[in-house]
């Protein structure tokens, strides 16, 4: 039940940890086409940049869907966090229009995983019953974090004229949301 889910360490858990990586994940939605532009590449390019993300994401959705089913959501949530970390590691690098394409690649795969996994996760850990409110707790979590992230990114972009402060944020919290997904037990509940 509700009550009994916000009793535990583990719903808590799965929050911040949707929370943190959103967080990241909006500041690269928003910022992505103007980064890649304040480092010299056309409009028309940089949208390109970001409508494969959005074609990788569909692919990762679907792949990792089909993992997860036979590997676990666990296991397939670490390999898209740690997807989502590399990228965002890369990103510090990329300024040649093919590194970026790269990292649209990889990283627009460990969204759309992540997306996929986030509401199965909740389900696995605490059944179904209560799993439409538990569902949006997560999802309000995530919903501030993904509010509170691209106006911090645009802030620093203001304040230094570059974005690598905020990829560097995303970093930190991507790190810091997988040390909070790894600390999840494999079950909780069943």
Not at 48 to 67: E, F, H
Not at 102 to 121: E, K, N, Q
Not at 145 to 155: Q, S
Request: proline residues 2%; glycine residues 14%; charged residues 10%.
């Amino acid at each position: 039940s509700l009550s009994e889910a916000l009793r535990t360490r583990q719903f808590w858990t799965i929050c911040f940890t949707n929370l943190t990586i959103v967080f990241c994940l909006m500041i690269i939605m928003l910022h992505i086409v103007p980064h890649a532009m304040d480092i010299g590449h056309p409009a028309t390019t940089a949208a390109g940049i970001l409508s494969t993300i959005a074609g990788a994401s569909m692919v990762g959705r679907l792949l990792i869907g089909i993992v997860a089913d036979r590997a676990g959501i666990r296991a397939c949530m670490i390999g898209c966090f740690t997807l989502l970390i590399l990228a965002f590691l890369w990103l510090q690098l990329a300024n040649e229009l093919w590194m970026l394409y790269l990292f649209a690649v990889v990283y627009g795969f460990g969204h759309g995983g992540h997306f996929t996994l986030i509401s199965p996760l909740v389900a696995e850990r605490f059944g179904i019953r209560s799993h439409g409110v538990l569902f949006g707790i997560v999802l309000f979590a995530g919903t501030v974090g993904g509010a509170v992230g691209p106006i911090l990114a645009g802030h620093l972009f203001d304040i230094t004229g570059s974005y690598g402060g905020a990829f560097w944020i995303c970093v930190a919290f991507g790190t810091t949301g997988l040390g909070l997904l790894l600390s999840l037990r494999k079950r909780t509940m069943f």
